[in-house]
């Protein structure tokens, strides 16, 4: 069974990465529209991912015994000044999911929740790759890639990712 405060933090968790999802979807429609199609591309795949870890949320809580409770997704923004806009600003907000999971773990920690706490292992892990995935398409960027053939290329690279095989979103 779950505890309250538990409970209450892992649902706002699910929103959140449920807001993830939107702002990711809304990168990708902007890059669609700057027809860079390989980069909404992998933005698209991204969206889906975030989609799955609320779920991870979601089946946890009520697998625990625990109360799911969906609310309003805030809107992200829709446009950015630049690709490499939009790439720091998924940087910094990958950044900031890193530092909420690392607080959850504090919090499963505290409340001796060995099984919240051997679950959120998955997410620390998974925000290492997910920090690094999106700051080298920032970096690539930055070096040179913001207009030309440089973003050309990088938007050509970007449009081989394929989905996760499912439940390792
Ligand atoms: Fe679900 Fe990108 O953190």
Request: aromatic content about 8%; some cysteine.
């Amino acid at each position: 069974m779950l505890g309250t405060k538990i409970q209450d933090a892992f649902n706002r968790q699910m929103n959140a990465e449920f807001h993830s999802s939107f702002l990711y979807l809304s990168m990708s429609a902007y890059l669609q529209a700057l027809n860079l199609k390989g980069i909404a591309h992998w933005m698209r795949l991204q969206a889906e991912e975030e989609h799955a870890h609320a779920m991870k949320f979601f089946d946890f809580i009520n697998h625990r015994g625990g109360e799911v409770r969906l609310v309003e997704v805030a809107a992200p923004s829709a446009k950015w000044d630049s690709p490499l806009a939009a790439l720091e600003a998924a940087s910094q907000h990958e950044c900031k999911i890193t530092g909420d999971i690392n607080e959850l773990v504090d919090l499963a920690a505290a409340h001796k929740d060995h099984a919240s706490h051997a679950f959120l292992h998955w997410f620390v892990t998974e925000q290492v790759e997910e920090e690094a995935a999106v700051q080298e398409i920032r970096d690539k960027l930055k070096l040179g890639g913001d207009s030309g053939a440089g973003l050309l290329l990088i938007d050509h690279g970007l449009a081989q990712r394929t989905p996760h095989a499912t439940g390792d979103a």
